[in-house]
């Protein structure tokens, strides 16, 4: 199984260190964007591949980033599935983009370290069950009257919901 990755293009001085590295494609929410559809947005907008949400599998908290507006950033990670497979991507936000195995994206020295990490999680739902990795997303009712929330948690038997 493969997964895509893009090097970062960035420009700023203090993010001059990361171009070149082959990360995951990713981005901020819009207001009142949920996390699934900000991963698939983020994903078309740089890549041109259509994808589905199937789960978030990881969290990155980080204080101090460059980018966070001043902010303590939170980078959710989630697992996709494509729905189209061609890649047309952002020559604004990548210098390359391609189809990568996650073993090799694993090893490679010119990954991110966050990258390597993941496509390491990732391997290892691959060989031994994404339930062991994922986090699903279950919807339920607020208690505010009309409204829903998102709730992420690892699936657990039916007698516990």
């Known amino acids: 199984m493969e997964r895509v990755a893009c090097p970062a293009t960035q420009h700023t001085r203090l993010e001059l260190q ?8 990713g981005g901020l929410s819009n207001p009142s964007e949920n996390v699934g559809d900000t991963a698939v947005r983020e994903v078309f907008e740089e890549t041109g591949i259509r994808s589905e949400f199937r789960s978030l599998v990881s969290i990155r908290q980080q204080h101090h980033h460059p980018g966070a507006f001043g902010n303590s950033d939170m980078y959710l990670i989630c697992r996709l599935a ?4 061609e890649i047309n991507f952002c020559k604004h936000e990548c210098l390359r983009c391609e189809w990568m195995d996650l073993a090799e994206l694993a090893k490679i020295s010119d990954a991110a370290p966050i990258t390597s990490r993941i496509a390491k999680l990732l391997l290892f739902g691959l ?13 339920l009712p607020a208690v505010y009257t009309g409204l829903v929330y998102q709730i992420y948690h690892r699936k657990i038997p039916e007698r516990y919901k």
Request: proline fraction near 8%.
């Open 18 to 25: 990361a171009k070149n590295m082959w990360k995951f494609p």
């Open 82 to 85: 494509p729905v189209t497979y």
């Open 127 to 139: 060989q031994n069950g994404f339930e062991n990795i994922d986090l699903s997303m279950e919807e």
